[in-house]
């Protein structure tokens, strides 16, 4: 099955530059896909600190419980990718099979395995067979290289169908600083953790727990503020690498005024990847932002943005650029949080389509139906309530999400 | 737009019969559609008794807030259904419009417009012209008759592809009692409330609060248990009224013991009906029971087959017929209540493909895809933590679904 390139792909994919410290390969691993590469070894050199946030979920992938039990250390020297095949839900063998996994890059990196990191997306339930990596990692390590990050970007994509990329350039000191960020996902894709896949690297000297704080921060309002079908996977890993080789004085405290600087360039580079994952949403042919404001509290508003964000009957109207408001204002009441009817107001773009608990005597059907035919839509819901406040950003739901899901494992 | 009759519809519909005590007329009042019935008049003699079940939405319609007000007296003479109007987010406009319906239909009938009761489906936010129902409801009242019950059936159906309809005979001190139904709906279907519509009517003389009582009980497992899209209706509503006209002295309370021999009738009915809306469900070609045992208890298991019964991925793969149970996992997963990963067991039908964390060592592709082609689905998992259990019942998602409601409100 051959599914087209998202219609909101970048119109173009930048250059990230070279970061001192990291050097990568990809590979053909033959795991499940034929032809294109699915495996990605990433090295660091000896220094670099690892930061990450991982799934929520219960029935987490056993690369998920190997980066969980190797974070707190802080330290990294490696990075395993493969495609094709989560290892989720594969028992003593999905263990063993990371174990072994680590073992063979340690070897080839020249490091402990517990300075190793993995993440494994693809089918669920299938045993993965480590034994692929064997050869595969030991050459890898020979031919690292450290561009184009377009490699790592591909070798890490299962139904996307564009890869994505992020970077920041920024001062620090007078010295330039650099972050870059590649990512994966498209589908299963739901707030309350990290997204699919996303490892971002810097040049920045950084305490791993200053780094793991702004990390999680940042992913509140990137990662986590986007869902494509509600869905959480088993899978959803990020993880930041800091090589420390840029030639600035370390961050040792969030105290250092040089944090906020540096995670605000994290920020930028995050919400880019997310935003990404939504315009690559299996079978998207719009982005939507949705905002909420006035509610009891900015967690109470999150909560009505995701039940706007999540809801089957929004997502199909978008699609059909129809400017359903009805639908939203039953999003609005199945979410169980405070909420009046007659205070409640909705925007589409800056058109008032509601107000006072009905129909603003000012809407204009014309006009909001044009405004519906555009591809990137603010959907804008007032409670009247509060200061609460908070943006969901998700995609439409199309015939293409169905065709993909409807066949994807076979 | 022309939506084909679900392949999931019944072969045949009951011939109910009539219950003394109750006459009805339909009409078309060219609401929105034409040519066909939308509006159900419901007449009950002197001493009929209701008891309600609406939507817990925090954006309910006029409709249901009438009902909310009314229930409490516990006595009906009448009931309007109007479908292609939901009168939902109408402001004050709504509430004038119930007002002037409900008095319409109390001189109709000649009684008060507190014994009246309304419920409105249709599209949302579209104030509902009452005037239209003026002249109708009276010429309607002229013309009442005791059967046949597949006209209110289908007059009250929006989206539906095919008429609803239930009903029980049984034995009360040995004089037959009888419980006719009738149930719409087809989308914006989710549990934690009754279905978009449903009208049970019985002759058994039963007070308020026990009518009340059974039928807020076996809600739980017949209409709260069931879930098309997750999208919880601003509209909701399940009245039941009990004529007392069978010859058998009255149920005073949950103690007498015929209580339960009702009861038992009563879930009977309701639970054919909320099935039947899950096979009307939009899109839907298959209807699938999932089954959750296992979990620390009953509300837990609920929870955790409402994650499975609404993923799209889940259902998407249903509908693909693709024994995708990996799937399966990621929404135990997702659920966010106490799971184990290396204790759960899946099995499709009475195929096992899951167990202790992983694919079955007696896994049989070919058998579990065979199984998958059928019609109706029993997905069961089990927790093995705890006697908690519970079963939610859903259709699969199709590209019917989006077809559907890409394009419903124009």
């Not at 250390?73 to 095949?85: E, H, Q, T």
């Not at 263990?95 to 494994?120: H, M, N, W, Y």
């Not at 080789?245 to 920020?267: M, N």
């Not at 406040?389 to 439409?396: N, W």
Request: with cysteine.
């Amino acid at each position: 099955m051959a599914i087209p390139v998202s219609p909101l792909a970048p119109k173009s994919y930048p250059d990230l530059p070279a970061i001192a410290g990291v050097r990568f390969a990809t590979a053909e691993a033959g795991i499940k896909y034929k032809n294109r590469t699915d495996v990605l070894l990433m090295a660091f050199d000896e220094g670099t600190v690892a930061a990450g946030v991982v799934t929520k979920s219960k029935c987490s992938s056993a690369a998920v419980d190997w980066c969980k039990a190797n974070l707190p250390g802080g330290v990294a020297r490696g990075l395993v990718v493969n495609s094709g095949n989560a290892n989720a839900f594969t028992g003593a063998k999905g263990q063993k099979s990371v174990e072994l996994t680590a073992d063979f890059a340690a070897k080839a990196l020249g490091c402990a395995p517990s300075e190793i990191f993995l993440a494994s997306t693809g089918v669920i339930g299938e045993p993965l067979d480590a034994s692929k990596f064997a050869g595969v990692l030991d050459t890898m390590a020979t031919r690292l290289v450290d561009t184009p990050w377009m490699d790592p970007a591909k070798a890490i994509m299962t139904t996307d169908t564009f890869p994505k990329l992020s970077g920041a350039i920024f001062d620090i000191d007078g010295t330039e600083v650099k972050i870059n960020g590649i990512a994966k996902g498209s589908g299963m894709i739901a707030p309350d953790m990290a997204t699919m896949l996303s490892f971002v690297v810097t040049d920045m000297p950084i305490a791993a727990p200053v780094l793991q704080a702004l990390l999680a921060k940042h992913t509140q309002t990137s990662f986590n503020a986007i869902t494509v079908d509600s869905d959480t996977s088993t899978s959803d890993t990020l993880l930041a690498f800091a090589t420390g080789k840029a030639d600035v004085d370390a961050i040792e405290s969030l105290d250092d005024p040089r944090a906020e600087t540096f995670g605000e360039a994290l920020r930028d580079v995050l919400f880019d990847l997310a935003i990404q994952v939504v315009r690559d949403g299996e079978g998207a042919t719009k982005q939507v932002s949705i905002h909420v404001e006035g509610a009891v509290d900015d967690a109470s508003a999150f909560r009505i943005g995701k039940a706007i964000a999540d809801s089957p009957l929004v997502k199909t109207a978008i699609a059909g650029e129809d400017a359903n408001w009805g639908r939203v204002v039953m999003a609005v009441g199945k979410a169980g949080e405070p909420a009046d009817r007659d205070k409640l107001a909705i925007r589409f773009g800056d058109l008032l389509v509601a107000k006072d608990g009905e129909r603003a005597a000012v809407y204009d059907e014309a006009a909001t139906s044009a405004y519906m035919k555009g591809e990137d839509l603010e959907l804008t819901v007032s409670l009247g309530l509060g200061e609460g406040k908070a943006t969901v950003y998700t995609c439409d739901l199309t015939h293409g999400y169905i065709t993909i899901n409807g066949d994807y494992r076979s």
